[in-house]
């Protein structure tokens, strides 16, 4: 049986951590974590995913701000893992983690590498309108995704995929892939291949402020931008001096329309569809939420705000 530390945080991690908890051939020897930290509306500390995993399953937690801080390492050392797991952990190791485990590091990473490396590879791909993403397992170095790969599998992107789909369908092949790949990893049957640097590209970390909808761009790429920022950190403008956010629906997404109209002005069409102008063709409009109301369907907005026709948003 060999022993495996995992490090993650969010619930995309959690199939990878549930995959070596059932399995007879691996046991977590201790989980690392992020720290609890407020969240939601009322900023209550919460417990990651990952945490709340560890616990159900009675395993020994760790969770520092800084993998370099006092103690950390020495604990590290003393669960003596012949592997560390890594899903979105949030933390660079150092040179010190990668040697310690004597099969090294294996990251699950969400994207078919060497494209979009980085934080937030599932909004990217999305927003980039990629025909697929999918699953890379590698081993790390001390790059940022930058190790040899073991094994990879892609997924199709729907047309009216959002960044909360994909990611519920990237988490469960994140776990079914991590355990196809280990045995024959641990078993010197698989050759880690080279990443080609000449096809990387970077998702950087998303911020709050990278969902304002800039209304000079063309609809097609407003249309991604809200389905890959669904939910987080989700897509916004602004309307009588107040936030609108602007949201995909649950099966329909926001859509292009042919037509034309000035940046950012609302207009009805001739066949009743409430849409804005864009840099290239009009967006139409499915749900909406105004700060502090509910999300409303675009026709019932309109039906309480009728000035909405005619608008300019964003100015």
Same mark, same amino acid.
């Given at each position: 049986?060999?022993?495996?530390?995992?490090?993650?945080t969010p619930?995309?991690?959690?199939?990878?951590?549930?995959? =070596?908890?059932?399995s007879p051939?691996?046991?977590v020897?201790?989980? #690392?974590?992020q720290?609890?930290?407020?969240?939601?509306r009322?900023?209550?500390?919460?417990?990651?995913? #990952?945490?709340?995993?560890? @616990?159900k399953?009675?395993?020994?937690?760790? /969770?520092?701000?800084?993998?370099?801080?006092?103690?950390?390492?020495e604990?590290? /050392?003393?669960?003596?893992?012949?592997?560390?797991?890594?899903?979105?952990?949030?933390?660079?190791?150092?040179?010190?983690v990668?040697? *310690?485990?004597?099969?090294?590091?294996?990251n699950?990473h969400?994207?078919?590498l060497?494209?979009?490396?980085?934080?937030?590879?599932?909004?990217a791909?999305?927003r980039?309108?990629?025909?697929?993403?999918?699953?890379?397992?590698?081993?790390?170095?001390?790059?940022?995704?930058?190790?040899?790969?073991?094994?990879?599998?892609?997924?199709?992107?729907?047309?009216?995929?959002?960044?909360?789909? $994909?990611?519920?369908?990237?988490?469960? *092949?994140?776990?079914?892939?991590?355990?196809?790949?280990?045995?024959?990893? *641990?078993?010197?049957?698989?050759?880690?291949?080279?990443?080609n640097?000449a096809?990387?590209?970077?998702?950087?970390?998303?911020?709050?402020?990278?969902? $304002?909808?800039?209304?000079?761009?063309?609809?097609?790429? $407003?249309?991604?931008?809200?389905?890959?920022?669904?939910?987080?950190?989700?897509?916004?403008?602004?309307?009588?001096?107040?936030?609108?956010?602007?949201?995909?629906?649950?099966? /329909?997404?926001?859509? #292009?329309?042919?037509?034309?109209?000035a940046p950012?002005?609302?207009?009805?069409?001739?066949?009743?569809?409430?849409?804005?102008?864009?840099?290239?063709? =009009? *967006?139409? =409009?499915w749900?909406?939420? @105004?700060?502090?109301?509910?999300?409303?369907?675009?026709?019932?907005?309109?039906?309480?705000y009728?000035?909405?026709?005619?608008?300019?948003l964003?100015?």
């Amino acid at each position: 049986m060999y022993r495996v530390i995992f490090m993650g945080t969010p619930e995309f991690a959690v199939p990878p951590l549930q995959s =070596l908890l059932d399995s007879p051939a691996f046991e977590v020897v201790g989980v #690392v974590t992020q720290p609890d930290r407020p969240a939601g509306r009322g900023n209550a500390i919460q417990m990651s995913p #990952v945490k709340q995993s560890a @616990l159900k399953a009675d395993k020994p937690i760790l /969770q520092p701000e800084k993998l370099r801080q006092a103690g950390v390492f020495e604990q590290l /050392q003393a669960w003596q893992p012949d592997l560390i797991v890594v899903a979105a952990f949030g933390q660079i190791l150092r040179q010190n983690v990668l040697d *310690l485990p004597r099969f090294g590091c294996i990251n699950v990473h969400a994207s078919l590498l060497p494209r979009w490396r980085g934080a937030a590879p599932i909004q990217a791909v999305i927003r980039a309108g990629d025909a697929e993403s999918g699953i890379t397992i590698m081993k790390m170095d001390a790059g940022l995704d930058t190790g040899p790969m073991l094994k990879q599998r892609a997924v199709p992107i729907t047309p009216t995929e959002t960044g909360q789909s $994909l990611h519920d369908k990237m988490a469960l *092949l994140g776990g079914d892939l991590l355990m196809e790949t280990l045995p024959a990893y *641990l078993h010197g049957e698989i050759q880690p291949q080279s990443q080609n640097e000449a096809l990387q590209t970077y998702a950087p970390m998303l911020k709050k402020e990278d969902g $304002l909808l800039n209304w000079s761009l063309s609809a097609a790429e $407003l249309e991604r931008q809200i389905r890959a920022f669904d939910p987080w950190p989700g897509t916004y403008t602004t309307w009588n001096g107040k936030v609108l956010k602007v949201l995909p629906a649950v099966e /329909q997404a926001v859509r #292009v329309v042919d037509g034309n109209a000035a940046p950012g002005t609302v207009i009805r069409t001739h066949d009743n569809v409430i849409a804005v102008g864009t840099g290239a063709g =009009l *967006l139409a =409009l499915w749900q909406v939420q @105004l700060a502090g109301k509910p999300a409303t369907p675009i026709s019932a907005f309109v039906n309480g705000y009728q000035a909405f026709i005619g608008a300019t948003l964003g100015s």
